[in-house]
């Protein structure tokens, strides 16, 4: 098993793989920014010992990708629904369905599948797989991970999707993941994924709501059901609704802004129109009190700020540092270093990839030794 697992270095490089009809595999070239892979060793590990599905459920989209044992992407898809619209059976049939379709596409025998990651937008119980609330699923307490390891019979790992990129950031940067370091999600909503030396490892399944803090309890409407949110602040959704009350903007599915919306917003905010100027100051002052709270409660070694949202930083970045100044002391802002890393949204497939091949690297040992 061991010589099957680990191979020279000089074999990765080589297009050949264990069975014959891999050719067909989509998109190959666009997923070539992001083939990092894990790091490289003398020995590295074979790249054909088997695949990792990764797949991404959030406000209506579900993203999957397919990777091989090196952790680099082969092929990937992005379904758009209504994700509030579905029941349990719906949601695991079509998940189901999203991973076989990334097996067909890239001809890989259910076999040599070793692992699926789903990353979900929401409170995860990382230990019994079950996810309990999201805003993007009109149903609760669902459990994912039993219907998929019956479908495939293989490991399913889950985790929040802000753990997920935190993961990805610290492999691509590994001065980040010395030590403490807690990565503040910000896109379709607001998470944060905590890291203990580049490993998931911190309290109930390394995630945290720091997007449900309030900062005003009248505050406006978050999609959690209550008010006054950081994220109802700072999150793309909030950002885009706020902004359609005065401005001529596309409506937006489920009130969930695509990325070329948020462009769009973006682009209109650079124009200088001081409705939206105001706006991005209050996400600014929302962000900064998100970092405060971090620091203060958690004093990790590095904040990282992540996420699509941070591609609006400039437009906040005075307000932020306004406030930052204000909201936590002086003494512990100088004890942690900020980071503004504004990711795109693939980076959680690729963090959950990663997650997974951990868990299935974990068990491979146990099961040799
Ligand atoms: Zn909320």
Known sequence: MAEE?????????????????????EDADALNGRRRGRPAVLLTLNPAFGRIIAVSLRMNLIETLIADFSGSGLAQSRLALATRALDVGALCDLVIAQIDAMLDATATPRHRLLGIGIALQGIVNADTGRHLWSPALSVTDVDLAKPMRQAFGVEVVMANDAVAVALSLAAAEPALAQGLSATIMVGHGVGMGVVVDGEARWGAGAGSEIGHVKLAPDGPQCRCGQRGCIEAYLADYALYRDARTFLDLPPAASQQPSEAQMALLRERALGGDPRLEHLFRQAGRALAEAVAATISVLRPHHVILAGPGLQAFDMMRRAYEERLDQAVLPWLLKSTAIHVRPSESATIVDGMVRRTLRVVDQNQMETTE
């Open 5 to 25: 697992l680990l191979c020279e270095a000089e074999t990765e490089t080589g297009a050949a793989m264990s069975w014959p009809d891999d050719t067909h595999e």
